[in-house]
T-cell receptor, first 115, second 115 residues
Framework: DPKIIQKPKYLVAVTGSEKILICEQYLGHNAMYWYRQSAKKPLEFMFS???????DNQTASSRFQPQSSKKNHLDLQITALKPDDSATYFCASSQETVISNERLFFGHGTKLSVL | AQKVTQTQTSISVVEKTTVTMDCVYE???????LFWYKQTASGEIVFLIRQDSYKKENATVGHYSLNFQKPKSSIGLIITATQIEDSAVYFCAMRGPSNTNKVVFGTGTRLQVLP
């Protein structure tokens, strides 16, 4: 059974619309992340959360807004979609410790196509 | 800022041979963590192996091992006795100290193992 669930698996959107990508993890981890993968920039870091608080934000555009309603949820809201937003969005999680050397576990991704 | 560079875009080897994939990194941190991940044809991303910067011994897991050369800021991945199913894209990644949980990835090296 997948331990990190991303919904939907595929998503087609119209330019200018808004979509929400869902991520739930059942690993009991306290940190969650969003990464974006496209042909232009493979596995680009977007956001990281620890105990539901934003730790790092490398996304310049405010059109991308992470939302954490529960400890094991980190959704990604994207507004005013553009064709350049087309990519596969990966959610990941880890168990943060003082040493901070823990590996990431990835979901299977949501492939977003913006027409 | 941390940076990870993989200059090999694609490698082809014959199965049962040994392959080495290169990775160099940049960081100002005195303590950091280096990872290798594998992305299969299905898109799944899985963790392979980790090297902690303060450890002199090269990490080894199964038929994966690392060649850690700290003075050169280099962390090569060595796969021995390659198998067809090792064909995938391999990503090098780095994480800094505990005040940030951002993990930065390289651009990846595509490995093709031929019969």
């Amino acid at each position: 059974d997948p331990k990190i669930i991303q919904k939907p698996k595929y998503l087609v959107a119209v330019t200018g619309s808004e979509k929400i990508l869902i991520c739930e993890q059942y690993l009991g981890h306290n940190a969650m992340y969003w990464y974006r993968q496209s042909a232009k920039k493979p596995l680009e870091f977007m956001f990281s959360y620890s105990y539901q608080k934003l730790m790092d934000n490398q996304t310049a555009s405010s059109r991308f807004q992470p939302q954490s309603s529960k400890k094991n949820h980190l959704d990604l809201q994207i507004t005013a979609l553009k064709p350049d937003d087309s990519a596969t969005y990966f959610c990941a999680s880890s168990q943060e410790t003082v040493i901070s050397n823990e590996r990431l576990f990835f979901g299977h991704g949501t492939k977003l196509s913006v027409l | 800022a941390q940076k990870v560079t993989q200059t090999q875009t694609s490698i082809s080897v014959v199965e049962k041979t040994t392959v080495t994939m290169d990775c160099v990194y940049e960081t100002r941190d005195s303590s950091y963590f280096l990872f290798w991940y594998k992305q299969t044809a299905s898109g799944e991303i899985v963790f392979l192996i980790r090297q902690d910067s303060y450890k002199k011994e090269n990490a080894t897991v199964g038929h994966y091992s690392l060649n850690f050369q700290k003075p050169k800021s280099s962390i090569g991945l060595i796969i021995t006795a390659t198998q067809i199913e090792d064909s995938a894209v391999y990503f090098c990644a780095m994480r800094g100290p505990s005040n940030t949980n951002k993990v930065v990835f390289g651009t990846g090296t595509r490995l093709q193992v031929l019969p």
